[in-house]
C-alpha cells in the first residue's frame, strides 16, 4: 500500500463516524475538499466506493462496511499503543469517543464525563448522542452505553447503573382531563406520546405487564419524539402520556409534577452498561473510564447478565 495514504485511513474512519464529509472536516480541522480528496485517494487505491453519496446523507458501501471492520480496530490499536506509551510515564491522555443513547447521559454518562475532566484533564471526552444500536467498532468508538440486554455476548460489560423500571407516566391535567387508564387495554383510548427510532425509522411498543405477563403494546397519539428526554417535557406539558425511565422523573414524581400510571403493568430493565470490544479493555484511556465508573455507582459487575463482562 502507498504509505502516503496512512494519514488518510483517520479520515475515512471520522466521515463514517460523523456521517458526513462537512462534519468530519469541522472534527479535524481541515477543509471539506481535503476531507474529499483523502477518500478518493483510498478509494482509488482499493478499487472501490467507500461510501455511497447524496444530497442528504453519506452512508457505508458494502465494499466500505468490510473495510471499516479490519481498518477500525488496527487503527484503534495504534491509538491505544501511542496512549499506553503515555501512561508508562504515569500520564493518561487522548481521545476517548464513547456511543450513548440520549437517555443514558443524565442516568450514567454526565456524572462520569464530569469526574473524568476533573481526574484526567489530559483525556478527551467525545460523546455521541444516538438511540439506534450503533456498530462501536465500525463507528472508531471505543465504548458504548446501552441497555443489559442488547449488549453483544462479544462485548465486555460494566454495569453502570442498577436495574431500574420503565413506568407510564401523565400530568395531573392530563388525568383530569381524560380519565386514569385502568389497564393496559384502555391506552388504546389515550394520547400516548411515541417514539420513533432515527436509524431504522420503526417506532417503539411499550414493554409492559399485563397481569404479570410481559406484552409489548403498540400505542397511538398526536405526537411522537425520537428523543425520550422530550416525551417527559411532552407528558409535563400535559400533552399525553409518555414511557420513561423511572430515574428521569424521580423529581417529577415526588414533586407531583408528574404522576404514574398503571404501576402494576411497570416493567423491569436490566440497567445500563459501558461495553467495549475486549481487546480495548486495557487501553489506559478507557481503563481509567471504567475504573471510574465503579468507584462512583459501586456495584458489583459480575453475574447480571451472560457473556463477558468486568
Known amino acids: 500500500m502507498d504509505r502516503q495514504l496512512l494519514p488518510h485511513l483517520a479520515i475515512v474512519l471520522a466521515v463514517h463516524r460523523r ?3 462537512a462534519a468530519a472536516a469541522g472534527e479535524l480541522g481541515m477543509s471539506a475538499s481535503a476531507v474529499s480528496h483523502a477518500v478518493r485517494a483510498v478509494e482509488e487505491q482499493l478499487g472501490q466506493p467507500l461510501f455511497a453519496r447524496t444530497t442528504r446523507s453519506v452512508r457505508l458501501t458494502e465494499a466500505g462496511e468490510a473495510f471499516l471492520h479490519t481498518l477500525a480496530p ?55 448522542s444516538e438511540d439506534g444500536l450503533a456498530d462501536i467498532v465500525a463507528g472508531g468508538y471505543d465504548a458504548g452505553v446501552r441497555l443489559g440486554h442488547t ?38 383510548r389515550h394520547n400516548c406520546i411515541g417514539f420513533r427510532f432515527v436509524t431504522s425509522g420503526g417506532t417503539y411498543a411499550w414493554d409492559l405487564l399485563d397481569r404479570k405477563a410481559h406484552v409489548s403494546v403498540e400505542v397511538k397519539g398526536t405526537v411522537r419524539v425520537t428523543n425520550a428526554l422530550y416525551a417527559r417535557d411532552l407528558a409535563l406539558a400535559g400533552i399525553g402520556i409518555a414511557y420513561i425511565f423511572e430515574p428521569l422523573v424521580r423529581a417529577e414524581l415526588a414533586d407531583g409534577r408528574l404522576r404514574q400510571v398503571l404501576p402494576q403493568s411497570a ?27 465503579k468507584d462512583m455507582l459501586g456495584l458489583a459487575t459480575a453475574g447480571a447478565r451472560p457473556g463477558s463482562r468486568e
Open 151 to 188: 449488549v453483544a455476548q462479544d462485548m465486555v460489560a460494566v454495569r453502570l447503573t442498577p436495574p431500574f423500571k420503565a413506568i407510564v407516566v401523565a400530568s395531573p391535567a392530563y388525568l383530569a382531563s381524560a380519565g386514569t387508564p385502568r389497564n393496559v387495554g384502555a391506552l388504546a
Open 74 to 128: 488496527a487503527m484503534a490499536e495504534i491509538a491505544d499503543a501511542v496512549d499506553g506509551f503515555g501512561a508508562s510515564f504515569g500520564r493518561v491522555g487522548g481521545v476517548l469517543r464513547i456511543n450513548a443513547p440520549h437517555v443514558a447521559l443524565p442516568m450514567a454518562v454526565t456524572p462520569l464525563v464530569a469526574e473524568m475532566s476533573r481526574r484526567h484533564p489530559d483525556v478527551e471526552v467525545e460523546v455521541t
Open 267 to 293: 416493567f423491569e430493565e436490566p440497567g445500563l452498561f459501558l461495553y467495549f470490544p475486549r481487546r480495548a479493555a486495557q487501553a489506559p484511556k478507557l481503563r481509567a473510564f471504567v475504573d471510574l465508573a
Open 19 to 21: 456521517r458526513g464529509f
